[in-house]
């Protein structure tokens, strides 16, 4: 592993790990100690996803896991993962899990009772 891909490893971990904090890439960038241009075009390099992408889909990813395992309310876990409004959220999880957060919830629910 080269010293790039060090880096940009221990930056996922370190995102991974404040994933409930509102982070922009600017952050992340000022973390690393790169401009945020070049940490995009690094992360794009090694990981074949853009770093917002990355950021945004782990946040989608715990705020589903969060949906079923909590009985947190909709708009508490999109606050809770740095979205300004339940809407937005709501357009983000259904883009990437093909619907609404409540259903998720609903459907995975009770997918586990079975």
Known sequence: MDRQE?????????IDSNIRQPLKIEDVAQRAGYSKWHLQRMFQRIMRISLGNYIRDKKLASAAQDLIASGESVIDISTKY?????QSFSRSFSRKYHVPPATWRRLNSQQSHF
Do not use: P, R, V
Not at 6 to 14: F, G, Q
């Open 6 to 14: 060090l880096i940009i490893h221990e930056l996922i971990a370190w």
């Open 82 to 86: 740095g979205y300004d409004s339940q």
